[in-house]
């Protein structure tokens, strides 16, 4: 047989959604993979009936559906303040995964360099490689997961070709800060990089602090590429309805690109989205109030149970501090506590370049019953991790 590609001969399948196959084996609490346990807003879902009577049930125009588009693009206008052209600065895609890819592949050659922060969201690695692009990787140091500007000047310097974004981050739940942003909006513009956003919980943001959008900082406008998704903001994982915002040459290509990926997305789950879109600010409001609800709620529990763990500024992730149980494995370790105390997690060294598996990543966008539940049983793993003699983890 031939040789298969060199590219992918080292990938392993995604280690979050394994997590969520062996919590769904062993019926344990999923914390691991982040899709919530609670209905999307009726709104959306009474608009999706009626789109299933209705239609359209055919293709959209390739780049998205031109209400779609609209609704984005009016959207961004209120919270940025940036006047967005739907037909030339947008395309939907199949999800922020897809919109990460196709930008990637759109402005990266062979060879290219790539910065990334570390943590990191796994596809970013992945989707580097994926387009013959090589990663360099910047620490986010913790606990409060600052970085060097030395460092990110030497990854520019090194010829980084662009630098990948998530903010408010997944996995550690940082918010950049206005100085943060603009130190790497400096460096971008100095060595002439784009800069990549995923912002995916833009709406997920804990007071004091606030998200802040790179397009907006001065000279940001044409260098920013920004992927995005409807999943988290609305609850809607499973639609897999995401966009790119960027200056129209670029979007000329990622549209190129996104249509020998997908085609397009899927058009009645468009037109039942675009009620959502359309949502005034009591929504958002209502959303980070919920969000800190739930936040508090797992986090004080936490507390209680004497863990050490990261304080999240945005997004839902937790980083649990397991180095008092002499891990040395964290995927193994993961896999105990599915099977032993029964609930999920995330390994953290699948999420930093750096030699740390200390931290396992849990999610609270859950419903209160889940989230009491699971730290009921979390209550139990200090006891049967200490007790624990032969496990491969230690």
Not at 177 to 186: F, P, Q, R, S, V
Not at 266 to 286: C, I, N, R
Not at 351 to 360: G, L, V
Request: proline share 5%; with cysteine; charged share 25%.
């Amino acid at each position: 047989m031939q040789r298969l590609s060199d590219r992918t001969e080292k990938f392993t399948d995604s280690v979050i959604r394994r997590m969520t196959r062996i919590s769904d084996e062993y019926d344990a609490i999923n914390l691991s993979q982040g899709f919530p346990d609670f209905e999307p807003p009726q709104d959306i879902t009474k608009r999706l009936a009626e789109v299933a009577a209705e239609g359209p049930h055919q293709y959209a125009v390739t780049w998205g559906a031109p209400n779609f588009r609209e609704a984005v693009a009016k959207k961004y206008e209120h919270f940025t303040g940036m006047s967005i052209n739907p037909n030339e600065e947008i395309v939907i895609t199949c999800g922020s995964t897809e919109a990460m890819m196709a930008t990637m592949m759109s402005i990266t050659n062979p060879g290219d360099k790539v910065a990334v922060f570390s943590p990191f969201y796994e596809n970013y690695g992945a989707d580097a490689i994926l387009s013959g692009a090589e990663p360099i990787y910047i620490p986010l140091v913790p606990p409060a997961f600052t970085f060097d500007k030395a460092v990110l000047e030497k990854a520019f310097a090194d010829g980084a070709k662009a630098l990948i974004l998530c903010n408010p981050s997944n996995p550690c739940g940082k918010v950049f800060t206005y100085d943060e942003l603009m130190t790497i909006a400096e460096l971008a513009i100095k060595y002439d990089a784009y800069v990549v956003t995923d912002e995916v919980y833009e709406h997920i943001v804990y007071a004091p602090n606030k998200h802040i959008y790179m397009q907006t900082l001065p000279g940001m406008r044409e260098r920013t590429i920004m992927c995005n998704s409807l999943s988290k903001t609305y609850s809607i994982t499973g639609w897999r309805l995401g966009y790119v915002i960027a200056n129209p040459e670029i979007i000329d290509r990622v549209r190129k690109v996104h249509d020998f990926l997908t085609v397009g997305a899927a058009a009645p789950l468009m037109e039942a989205a675009v009620t959502g879109l359309e949502f005034d600010d009591s929504y958002y409001e209502e959303l980070a109030a919920h969000y800190m609800h739930m936040k508090n709620l797992f986090i004080g529990g936490l507390e209680k149970l004497g863990f050490k763990y990261t304080d999240p500024q945005g997004a839902y992730y937790v980083l649990l501090d397991v180095s008092e149980f002499g891990v040395k494995d964290d995927n193994s370790f993961c896999e105990w506590m599915i099977k032993n105390v029964g609930v999920a997690a995330v390994p953290g060294s699948s999420f930093f370049k750096e030699n740390i598996n200390n931290y396992i990543r849990l999610h609270f966008a859950k419903q209160d019953d889940t989230l009491n539940e699971a730290l009921k049983r979390l209550a139990t793993l200090r006891e049967k991790a200490n007790a624990a003699t032969d496990v491969d983890w230690k």
